[in-house]
């Protein structure tokens, strides 16, 4: 209950916790500081198939996440900038603004 201490979830802990449903989301509700956008092995956000981003993005809606979105992602030494556009048109796509889809 300290109010330096927040909380911070990971879409693939999620996943791999089968812990998507809305129930961790209500617990962490007023507490959620930061949210990891990834995907399993590091890969570019939205590659895998496997994280459900949109009931992601349904659950931090429902209970009205404004805290920090970060997109985690391995880089690509081959094309290091065009991995990292790609991953953030895709969190801009699926995730911002969590109000307005």
């Known amino acids: 209950e300290h109010p330096a201490l927040g909380l911070h979830l990971g879409a693939t802990a999620l996943m791999r916790n089968e812990e998507m449903g809305h129930s961790p989301f209500c617990l962490v509700r007023g507490r959620l500081d930061h949210v990891h956008l990834d ?13 459900d981003h949109v009931d992601l993005r349904r659950h931090l809606a429902a209970i009205s996440y404004r805290g920090f979105v970060g997109v985690v992602q391995r880089h690509d030494p081959a094309d290091p900038l065009g991995a990292v556009r790609r991953g953030l048109r895709f969190a801009d796509r699926t995730f911002l603004p969590l109000d307005t889809r």
């Open 39 to 51: 995907e399993p092995g590091g890969l570019v956000l939205g590659d895998s198939g496997r994280v």
